[in-house]
Structure formats: structure tokens, C-alpha cells
């Protein structure tokens, strides 16, 4: 059974759409996470999410917005996509902060 | 603000030799110091976790050392096999924050 799982792994849509990719992790984690992954395979935190607790990185766009059902998913949903949204995103879990931090295997974004 | 840094950017090298990647930090407040592995099109791999408290971790043929008062770590790898090519990221995890910051890895080839 995949830990992690996101879907979908590849997404390609036009500028100005709203999207989102789903994250579920079957590991009984209480802290879930998304990653940014750019052109030049820089890996950078965009949002983590600790029991029902958002702790937002401010150098993230508005226009992203996590969202959490339950303990087990944790959704991105992206509004007016543009152009510098193209990356890999990567959806990450841990039993509690600072414990090692299982990955899915990234959805791979395009922005046409 | 803490930036991580991995020398160096590639590496190539026959199968059987023993190599040693390097990772640097700015801010040695951090909670641990993970290494990860990626394959292309792949997640994350977590091979290591140092705590901020020790020195050294052993897996294998994979040994990382951790001397947070000069901000540095080295993953060494013994009797390199091709398999073991991959890109090699090291990340910290902040005290207090508990976020990952990223290096932009090494890009690792063994060579038959």
C-alpha cells in the first residue's frame, strides 16, 4: 500500500483555471505538509498542517489554498493559475513535527 | 534565515569507490538534519536522520555525520553501485519552526 498517495501525477491546464490536487496518507500521521519543487529542482515548504493547525509560509500566493477534511487528506487548491505555477508538487507527512517526513510521489504541474 | 548548501552539484564516479556528498547550514538552531534520496519522477526517500543532539547515524553502507557547530554534515557512501544513482538532498529541520529547508541536492552517477 503507497503511504503517501497524491493524484493526479500529472496536471496540465491553460492560465486562469482553478485546480486542485489531492494528498491522502494511510499512516496515521498527525502533521501533513506541501512542497513546491521549481524548474531548477529547488525544494521549498509551502504550507504545513499540524492537528488542525495551518501554519502558512508567507512567500505563498493567496491564490494557494490548502485544505484538510480530515487528518488523512490534505488537499491544494490553486485559484487563477499563471504561468510560474508550472513545478512539482510534493505532499509530505510525519507522525508530529520535526519527525522524518514521508513523500508522495509529487504531481507534476504545466501551465499552458 | 536559514539556507542550506550542497557541494558539489554532481558527481560521477566508477562503481566500487567510496564518495562523500556535503551539506552546509547557515543557522545551527535546528531540530535534525535528514538526507533524502530522489530518483527521477519520484518522491522523496528518507535514507538518514540525525538528531541535533548526535554526532553520527549508520544504514547500511550509508554513514551521516552531523557537527552542528560549524553547520556541516557529510553523507559518505561506501562500495558505490550504479543503483545508488540518484539526486542526494540534504534538509534541516528548524528548531521551534520543525519546517525542512531544502538544499538543491547532488546529483549523484555511478558508473558502471
Known amino acids: 500500500d503507497t503511504a503517501v498517495s497524491q493524484t493526479p501525477k500529472y496536471l496540465v491546464t491553460q492560465m486562469g483555471n482553478d485546480k486542485s490536487i489531492k494528498c491522502e496518507q494511510n499512516l496515521g500521521h498527525d502533521t501533513m505538509y506541501w512542497y513546491k519543487q521549481d524548474s531548477k529542482k529547488f525544494l521549498k515548504i509551502m504550507f504545513s498542517?499540524?492537528?488542525?493547525?495551518?501554519?502558512i509560509n508567507e512567500t505563498v500566493p493567496n491564490r494557494f489554498s490548502p485544505k484538510s477534511p480530515d487528518k488523512a487528506h490534505l488537499n491544494l487548491h490553486i485559484n487563477s493559475l499563471e504561468l510560474g505555477d508550472s513545478a512539482v508538487y510534493f505532499c509530505?507527512?510525519?507522525?508530529?513535527?520535526?519527525?522524518?517526513?514521508?513523500f508522495g510521489d509529487g504531481t507534476r504541474l504545466s501551465i499552458l | 534565515k536559514q539556507e542550506v548548501t550542497q557541494i558539489p552539484a554532481a558527481l560521477s564516479v566508477p562503481e566500487g569507490e567510496n564518495l562523500v556528498l556535503n551539506c552546509s547550514f547557515t543557522?545551527?538552531?535546528?531540530?535534525?538534519l535528514q538526507w533524502f534520496r530522489q530518483d527521477p519522477g519520484k518522491g522523496l526517500t528518507s535514507l538518514l536522520l540525525i538528531q541535533s543532539s548526535q554526532r553520527e547515524q549508520t544504514s547500511g553502507r550509508l554513514n551521516a555525520s552531523l557537527d552542528k557547530s560549524s553547520g556541516r554534515s557529510t553523507l559518505y557512501i561506501a562500495a558505490s553501485q550504479p543503483g545508488d544513482s540518484a539526486t542526494y538532498l540534504c534538509?534541516?529541520?528548524?528548531?521551534?519552526?520543525?519546517?525542512?529547508?531544502f538544499g538543491k541536492g547532488t546529483k549523484l552517477s555511478v558508473i558502471p
Open positions: 543557522d545551527s538552531a535546528i531540530y535534525n
Open positions: 534538509a534541516v529541520t528548524g528548531a521551534g519552526s520543525y519546517q525542512l529547508t
Open positions: 498542517y499540524n492537528n488542525k493547525e495551518l501554519i
Open positions: 509530505a507527512s510525519s507522525q508530529d513535527n520535526g519527525q522524518p517526513q514521508h
